[in-house]
């Protein structure tokens, strides 16, 4: 790839022209044998020339818009109308009218379909209400043996319910006895109570006793000699203690001394280890230093011999590198040119046989057309070509098969269509070909340009090998280390030289600090063996087991401990005996108190049990197991009367539910209930089918409706889309050649085209009329080839020595040189007038000088000369004929020799 990006391949673009592209675009070269085909050009070749020249794109852009716009709104119309075949036939319908009958009919139906619907609503209704009746009557006479069934089934529970009046009224007299019962019950439950309580005091009064014993025993105990002297004793022992009170405090304050300088003293040695410790890291750290500054500078030393070998290796791998993505470059544009090159030979190849096959088919269809004439001449009949009646020498078909095998104006389109395409084809491979070629071109030159190699020598093609380069790369690259390193010790070394300063100023900071240690640690030791001193001098007064404030802290509150024990317990001796004498008194009180009151308890449950016979027989009970029996809860009595209450409540209902029965059921009979239900529900049935029927119908209008609706929305989506096809589809007929309207078959672009080539023409044949001495002017003709093809771009000559219009390809070499010529100049001026201002200001002719005559070559150049003194424009001819040599003055010479072309520049 030679170059990539907008700016890159135009700048690369320039360098291989020679100039930019202003300066292109005013030059027109005119290629030997080709710029004779704007003349001799069919119509549609002659479009597409013209296309290119005028870059009438937009023109066309309007065509394929208009083409695509109606294209769509055909689409639309026939989208629609498939939509409105499909709700028809959906609907049932062929068209819609149809749809609109059924639509009415439906409506007729409905109206019957509602009269029907009423007609069963009524006849269901009085069915309905017979039915009512009848089961009202047939409840009635239900509700008469009901309530019948119900009167006797209450009336069988009559004993039953006497038998619970009977118990209810046994209650009734059995609690009218609870008062007697519970006054017995009352006191008896009192009797009890007393003689627990006689014996509980009994038993209060025996332990009474037992502990007043106790007491007696405790304080002799604690008024002994014994327990005297454990008192004395203790006091005694108080008094020791608190003398050693204040020796203890100053023993403690010696030991806080003798630590307090065993702190100092450690602490003293630590400080001395720590600055011995830093003055030796010091020293070290600065032997190091010194040592790693000497190395820095021996490899700093080494700079300006890295810098030099460095500079002297580092263009090598650059200038192998270039020449070897150069070499790799050439090989890559050099097959693609190969390979451009036989593409364009196959092009042409194919073109030759499009050609030959082109030429083949129209000799063909000439023949043809010249038998199929002949064969409708007739004898003394006039020639429907030139009119004589004479016809001596008629074509003459091989057979009646070849005129059926002539090819078509099809198959001519057709080849022509294909040689078209293969020229185009051919054109395109062969500039590629070329492009290709200067593509190798181009590197060639880069190659030759890119210098001398490591060695002095001249510089080659050839490419380094891979290895040659990776080492010339590695050993630029270890250079290249090399150097950066010999830098970074020459840093290093600078900054080992400030931190050697600083590593000096610290050890001398670090021996002054260790003798300031070293003195400090001495006088604390001595200050620790003075305080150890003092602390034993303290010690000797005192027990070892007391020399603490703590231990004899607890020693003395032992001591108040025991003192305390022994007083409190004689204190307690004391009150434990006199609140023993006390609780005898109140006992024996108490136990007294309790055997009165259990004998009036037991005359008390004499008299309520005398007071309770009496009750039970008044009551008219046999014994008192008999009211026992007759005994019921409060709850089982209110619901033994509830179930009583409940039961006359309910047969009373019955009789009163059976009365008004039998007043409703008097005079009716037993009704057909069956025969009643089977009526109304046939009724019912057919009503519900005349609503069925009605709503149905209702759906299907409903349906209908919207259909009809829908087809009319479509209808009227079709009008709209319809107009605006009509006339889309018009211009679009007319812009695109289409069409009874456009009978000479020309686009919008070939309309603006003929325009443009009325001015090239007309441009053309005022050079033309010269070279020619006034005998040919050039004319835009509007006649079709063919029924298919398009007006408005054919060109013919007009010959003023016959005055009469002939085709361009009847003039001869000369004069389609002329006329071919007078086009291109003429092509240039209308191309330059709309070209905004762009000016063709140079004119290259190939050939072609070779076909005149010499007068008409001196009018040819005469134009040439006067085209570039009237109009300043520089004009270039190349050609072989040596007439033209002499006329130029200023003239470029190729000549060949054994040793290839040369060059000259020849003025004069």
Known sequence: MVATGLTKVTARIEGILGFEADQFRQVVLLPQGQFRQALTADSAKRQEILEILFGTEAYRHIEIVLKDKADRLAKSLGSLDDRQKTLLRAAGAESLEE??????????????????????????????????????????????????????????KAPEVDAMEHRRDRARRAAGCAGAEALLNQACAEEAARLDAAEQAKRDLAEAEAMA??????????????????????????????????????????????????RAAAKAVDLAADAAARKSEAANGLAGARAERDEARAHAAETARWELQMSESGAAPKRAQVRAQLEEELQRTICAAQEANELADAAAARLERARGRATALRDAWSAGQAAALAAALEPGAPCPVCGSISHPSPAHAASVGALKQAPSH???????????????????????????SQRVASVQGQLAGVGVDDDGGAATIAIPTLARIAQLQSELGAAE??????????????????????????????????GKAETASLEAASQLTAAKARLEEKELDVPAYLRSPDALKAAQAAAIYVRDELARALEV??????????????????????????????????????EFDAKVAEAGFESVDDYQDSKMSDDAADSLQRRIEQFQRELHAAAERLARAEGEAAGIREPDLSAAEAECAALGLAAKQALETRVGLENLMAQTRRQLDDLDKLAHEMREIEAEHTVIARVSDVANGRGHRNKLGMTFERFVLASMLDQVTEAATQRLQVMSRGRYALRRTMERQTSRSAAGLGLEVFDTYTGRERNVTTLSGGEGFMASLSLALG?????????????LDTIFVDEGFGTLGPESLDLAIDTLVELQRDGGRLVGVISHVPELGERIDARLEIRMTDRGSTSRFVVG
């Not at 090399?482 to 610290?506: M, N, P, T, V, Y």
């Not at 092509?827 to 000016?839: C, H, K, M, N, T």
């Open 213 to 262: 014993c106790a007491a007696s025993a405790a304080l002799a105990a604690e008024n002994s000699p014994e327990r005297a002297g454990q008192r004395r004793q203790v006091e005694t022992e108080l008094l020791k203690l608190d003398s050693f009170a204040p020796k203890v405090e100053q023993i403690d304050q010696a030991r806080e001394a003798v630590i307090e300088a065993g």
């Open 573 to 610: 001796a004391e009150g434990a005996f006199s609140d023993a004498g006390r609780a005898v008194s109140g006992a024996q009180a108490r136990a007294g108190a309790a055997a009165e009151g259990l004998e009036g308890a037991i005359r008390a449950v004499q008299a309520r049990q005398t």
């Open 481 to 514: 280390r090399s150097l950066k390193e010999a830098k970074a010790a020459g840093r290093r070394a600078q900054a080992l030289d400030e931190h050697i300063a600083q590593l000096e100023r610290q050890l001398a900071a670090d021996e002054a600090e260790l």
């Open 827 to 839: 092509l240039a001026d209308v191309v330059q007038s709309y070209a905004g201002g762009i000016r």
């Open 410 to 436: 099809k198959d001519l389109r057709n080849a022509d269509a294909a040689v078209a395409a293969a020229e185009t084809e051919w054109l395109r491979l062969r500039n590629a070909s070329s492009e290709a």
């Open 99 to 156: 749809l609109r009958s059924t639509f009415e009919a439906q409506r007729e139906r409905l109206g019957e379909a509602r009269k029907a619907e009423n007609d069963a609503s009524k006849a269901a209704d009085a069915a309905a209400e017979t039915l009512v009746r009848v089961k009202q009557d047939a409840r009635r006479l239900e509700e008469a043996r009901v309530a019948a069934q119900i009167v006797a089934d209450m009336q069988s």
